[in-house]
Structures are given as C-alpha cells and as structure tokens.
C-alpha cells in the first residue's frame, strides 16, 4: 500500500516537474516575446503577423504528434522527441535577425512546441485517472512556475537588454526537455487506433464536441490583444517591468487556485457550464479594458483570468477527454489544440491591425469573440451531451 502511495507520488511530481518547466517558457514569451520581436526592429502589424503565422502552421504538427502517439501508444516518447526539437527550434529564433529569418525559425520552432502541451495533457489525463488522482491540484504548478517565470523576466527587463531575452526562453525549453525523460512509462491504452473507422471519427461527428470546440476557441482567443499588446500598453502607461509582471502573475496567481479546487467543484458545473462562466468573465474583462481602466482597476480585471482562461480551459479539457473513445486521448486534445490554435492564430494577425488603428479600443473586438464562444457554449449544453467533471 505504501509503495503503490509513492508510486502515486513520485509519477505526479515528475508530472508536475514537467508541467513547471514547460510554463515558465510561456511566462517569459506571453508578455515578453513582443518586447523581443519590438527590440529585433519589428512594428505592431509585423509583430501580430510573427505571432499568428506559427498558429497556423501548427495545425499540421498537432494532429501528426497527436494521431502517432496515439496510433503507436508512445505518448512519452511523443512528448520527449518534441521538447527535444523544441530546444532546437528556439536556439535558431534566437539566432536569428531580420523579420524574414526571425518569421522562418519561429516557424519551425512552433511546429516543434505545439504540440508539446497536448501530448502531455492527454499523458497526464490518461495517466493521473489510472492512478485516482486530481488532473488540477497537479496543472497548477505549471501555472505557478508560470508567475516565477514571468516575474523573474519582468526583473529581467530592468538589466538585461530586450535582445537578450529570448535567452531566457530557451533555458526554460532546455529545462522541459530534460523533465521529459523522467517521465514513467504509460501502461498499454485500452483500444489502440486499429479500431474500426467508425470510432476513430466518432469525435468529429459530435455536434456537441464541435461545439464545446467553437466555444473554448473564441473564448481563448479573445485574449489576442491582451496576448500581443497588454505589456507594450502597460509600458506606455509608465509601468515598470516588475509591476507588469506582478499584473500578469496576479491573473495567473487566481487561475492557481481555481486548479487547486477544481476537484471540489461542484457536479452543477458541468464542462459546457463552466466554459459559459468563462465567456461571461470575458465580456466583462475585455470591455472594462476597452474603457481605458485606471491602473487601480487592472489588478481586479486580471483577477477574472480565473474565468476567462481557467474556467474554459477546464472545460473544454474535462469535455474532450470525456468525449474520447479508448485510444483516443491525444487525437481528443489535440483537436481542441489545433481548434484554438487555428481561431487564435486570427485573432493574433486581427488584433495587430486592431491595435495599430484603435489602441485599447481593440478590446472591444474581443468582448464580441467571447459573446460569439458564449453562444457556442450554450448551443452545447442545450444538446444535453453534458460530460461530468474529472
């Protein structure tokens, strides 16, 4: 019994090892990654369009990872050949210089990375419910290393040149490559994809799970001008690089805890009503910004990140690994993937123009994504396909 409890332990703490170095990478490049591209020479519409490029690429490396590590049942080694090719990729973008160069690396980088987030979400999901443990309390220390992440780069801004930073970024890649290879081993899936073809396309002939994936894409993507131009905003404003990052960690700082409980939930919050909360904190958080907020108000606003990410995120991830037959784990998360990436790779070339013509006016666009996601939302539970919890 205590070896089978140290199991349980020692296979979430490489989990969580691996989830940590993987978001601190996203805490330096979500708010720092334009101040670098802005640094190499690069203006508003030229850094939406390096932004939004790789999310369409990614398509193809998504459902390529996803389908073979699911037809060969070889997550880990799925999840390890990608943070490998990651550090690569991102070795060349920091290398390189001239939009043209920076937008080809960035590329190649982000068909390495994308797929990365899936296949470990599909392994942790697959591999935390075999063992009856709680996916959240494990997520939550990739969101916590999140918070290190971007305040250790907002630090950084004050000493260290902005060309400098993408350094930072592929320390923190080196980092998720090594965790990689710690990871257990995953016991056979129940039923491999050489199941008939029926099953294997079940998922893409839900109403409801395109639904839920409408839904969770707009309401994600309704970040885009939050993504791609809240910290250069910020700047403007006068903010210091430790109090725009104390902004971003306090937003992740309250999706932390919406994991840390999210297995007391209560069984009302189905996935589909949990992804409608999250585009009601979306309207109302992209629209106060839209009214220009004084920076007394911006601590409140970045609270409802607990709602506009964690909530949908949830969501969506508790409804598509509900939704999957056996064996399809991964193809299920990464369809969700590829779903957002595709609708957030639009939002991030729109919300370049948008900026550049409205400022923080181009909130309001995204307040009218996440009314869009919120219908979808709706449209999915009114089919009563509801997915409990995990």
Known sequence: MRA??????????????????????????????????????????????????????????????????DRYDRLRGAIIVTSCASFAGYTLVGLADGAPAIIVTYVLASLAFAPVMPLVDAYALRGLSAR?????PVRMWGSAAFVAGSFATGFATDVLPARDLIWLMVAAILLGALASFSLAPLPPAVAPLSAPAQTRGSLLRNPAFLAVLAAASLIQASHAVYYGFSTLEWRLAGLGGGAIAGLWALGVVAEIVLFALSGRLPPALTPTVLIMIGAGGAVLRWSAMALDPPVL??????????????????????????????????????????????VMAGAMGLSGLLYAAFAGLAYAAMALMAVAGGACAFVAYRLGRRVAPL
């Open 297 to 342: 108000l911006l601590p409140w606003l970045q609270l409802l990140h607990a709602l506009t990410f964690g909530t949908t995120y949830l969501g969506a991830l508790n409804f598509a690994a509900r939704s999957a037959p056996p064996g399809q784990s991964a193809s299920a998360q990464g369809y969700l993937a590829v779903a957002a990436g595709v």
């Open 132 to 136: 009856g443990q709680a996916y959240g």
């Open 4 to 69: 089978l409890s140290e199991a349980k332990s020692g296979f979430a703490l490489r989990l969580a090892g691996l989830y940590a170095a993987t978001f601190i990478v996203l805490g330096v490049q979500l708010p720092f990654f334009p101040v670098w591209l802005k640094a190499k020479g690069l203006d508003a519409e030229l850094i939406g369009l390096v932004l939004a490029i790789p999310m369409f690429v990614r398509v193809f490396a998504i459902l390529v990872a996803a389908r073979a590590a």
